[in-house]
């Protein structure tokens, strides 16, 4: 069984730049969500994706929006970076039914300068 | 809206000793409740949740933890900690609202837990 894999590992923009990061979930599921953990602190909720629709979003703004595919795979884009942008994004994949248990990937650092 | 408070920012502790991290919430509504870990530079683990039933939680790694209702908490408690129990810990919580949940999880602000030989 495939866990939850994020690509890229690490990554460096500069203020004002777009970035993309993408998500692969664990076999079987078919609901992800991103969270947001900035440094030093718990991961903050962004929204979730279920059958390609979002399904819940967190207090974040709309330069925040993301999509998911067919195969259930799903990224996360951020327009006009600011320099909180900076932290860690993880990738959580569970079943819609799975009482909220989620399987976390390893996360992408975004560093925005 | 739920909240998550984690009481201790760091916890230090020697390794064979126990230790206890607590954690404490706030919700209108029953929740489910979860621990995970992170060590450094990787994603989140799942330790052990709370879905319903028996109160006390067994989880990986030989934690457990046990919900209080009265007292709205959810304390992960280890009998003798390892050296590789070092990492940061996290409680959260989720809402328990039937069919119309999706499973956002809140999270507290994290303990660190460092175990010295």
């Known amino acids: 069984e495939t866990g939850v894999t994020q690509s890229p590992t690490h990554l460096i923009k500069t203020r004002g730049q777009q970035v993309t990061l993408r998500c692969s979930s664990q076999?079987?599921?078919?609901?992800v969500s991103w969270y947001q953990q900035a440094l030093g602190q718990g991961p903050q909720f962004i929204f979730q994706y279920y059958r390609e629709e979002e399904n819940g979003r967190g207090n974040f703004p709309p330069r925040f929006s993301g999509l998911q595919f067919p195969n259930y795979s799903s990224e996360l884009n951020v327009n006009a970076l600011e320099l909180d942008d900076s932290a860690l994004y993880l990738c959580?994949?569970?079943?819609?039914?799975?009482?909220?248990?989620?399987?976390f990937g390893p996360g992408t650092r975004l560093t925005v300068l | 809206a739920q909240s998550v408070t984690q009481l201790d920012s760091q916890v230090p502790v020697f390794e064979e000793a126990p230790v206890e991290l607590r954690c404490n919430y706030s919700?209108?509504?029953?929740?489910?409740l979860f621990w995970y870990v992170q060590y450094p530079n990787q994603g989140l683990q799942l330790l052990l949740k709370?879905?319903?039933?028996?109160?006390l939680v067994k989880g990986i790694n030989g934690f457990e933890a046990e919900f209080n209702k009265s007292q709205t908490s959810f304390h992960l408690r280890k009998p003798s900690v390892h050296i590789s129990d070092t990492a940061e810990y996290f409680c959260a919580v989720s809402v328990n609202a039937g069919g119309t949940s999706y499973g956002k999880l809140t999270f507290g602000q994290g303990t660190i837990l460092t175990v010295h030989p």
């Open positions: 959580a994949s569970s079943l819609v039914a799975g009482f909220g248990e989620q399987f």
């Open positions: 919700s209108s509504v029953s929740v489910y």
């Open positions: 076999s079987g599921h078919n609901t």
């Open positions: 709370y879905l319903s039933g028996s109160t």
